[in-house]
C-alpha cells in the first residue's frame, strides 16, 4: 500500500516563495506528480518527477528524494491566482498498477 | 484540441436510484481512469481501461460499482442504488498510452449528491 501525507493548509503572501512539502511510503515507486486544483475545478497537471532532483518550470519547481520518500513543490513569485489546493500523487511500479495514490491535498491561500 | 470532457457536470438523485456518469477522453488516449474526489478528501482510485486489456478495477469500493468502455473510447461508470455516502465529485482521466511516465489530464469531473 501507499500512505502520502502533506500538509493540510498553507498561507503565504503575494509575491513571497512558499515550499508545499510530500512525503510518502510505497511499496514501488514510479514517479511523483504535482497538481494544481482550484475549487470546483479539475486537477490540472504541474510536474512530474521520477529520478531525484530538482525540476523548474517557470515559477515552479518540484524537488524528489527517492531515498528519504520526499519531494517538495517550490512556488516562486507568488500570485492570487497560486490560490488552490496542491496535490501530490505517487504512482506505484507494482503489477499492472498505473493509477495514482493522491495525498489529501494542501490548500494554498495567498494574502494581498 | 479538446481535453476530457464529462456528464452530468452536475446529478442529484434520490437514495437507491441508479445513475449514469460519462467520461469522454482525449482522442487517442488508450488509458482512461476513473478516480472519487469526496468532501475534503483526496482523490481516490476506482478503475483503470487500457486499450483492450482487463480493466484493473481493484479500486471499486462496492459491487454497486461498474464501469465499461466501449469501442476503446467512451466510458460509462454506473452506480447501482446509490447511497448517500456515494455523494462525491467523480473524476475521469485519460493518459495517452497508461505507461509507467505518462501523465494523466483530468476531466472537469461529475458533482454526485444522493438525497
Known amino acids: 500500500g501507499q500512505n502520502i501525507d502533506q500538509p493540510t493548509e498553507m498561507t503565504a503572501t503575494e509575491g513571497a516563495i512558499v515550499q508545499i512539502n510530500c512525503t510518502y511510503q510505497?511499496?514501488?515507486?514510479?514517479?511523483l506528480f504535482w497538481y494544481q486544483q482550484h475549487a470546483g475545478e479539475a486537477p490540472t497537471f504541474l510536474s512530474y518527477n521520477v529520478l531525484d532532483g530538482l525540476e523548474e518550470k517557470g515559477r515552479f519547481s518540484s524537488f524528489l528524494s527517492r531515498s528519504k520518500g520526499y519531494s517538495y513543490l517550490l512556488l516562486k513569485e507568488l500570485q492570487m491566482k497560486d490560490s488552490a489546493s496542491y496535490l501530490c500523487a505517487v504512482r506505484d511500479s507494482s503489477g499492472s498498477a498505473r493509477q495514482l495514490t493522491f495525498g489529501s491535498g494542501t490548500q494554498l491561500t495567498v494574502l494581498p | 484540441g479538446a481535453g476530457v470532457s464529462q456528464s452530468p457536470s452536475n446529478k442529484v438523485t434520490e437514495k437507491g436510484k441508479d445513475v449514469e456518469l460519462r467520461c469522454d477522453p482525449i482522442?487517442?488516449?488508450?488509458?482512461l481512469y476513473w478516480y472519487r474526489q469526496s468532501l475534503g478528501q483526496g482523490l481516490e482510485f476506482l478503475i483503470y481501461?487500457?486499450?483492450?486489456?482487463?480493466?484493473?478495477k481493484s479500486g471499486l469500493p462496492s459491487d454497486r460499482f461498474s464501469a465499461e468502455r466501449t469501442g476503446g473510447s467512451v466510458s460509462t461508470l454506473t452506480i447501482q442504488r446509490t447511497q448517500q455516502e456515494d455523494s462525491a465529485v467523480y473524476l475521469c482521466?485519460?493518459?495517452?498510452?497508461?505507461?509507467?511516465?505518462?501523465?494523466?489530464?483530468f476531466g472537469p469531473g461529475t458533482r454526485l449528491t444522493v438525497l
Open positions: 482522442s487517442g488516449h488508450t488509458a
Open positions: 481501461f487500457q486499450g483492450n486489456s482487463a480493466p484493473d
Open positions: 482521466a485519460s493518459s495517452s498510452s497508461g505507461g509507467a511516465f505518462d501523465t494523466q489530464y
Open positions: 510505497t511499496s514501488g515507486f514510479n514517479g
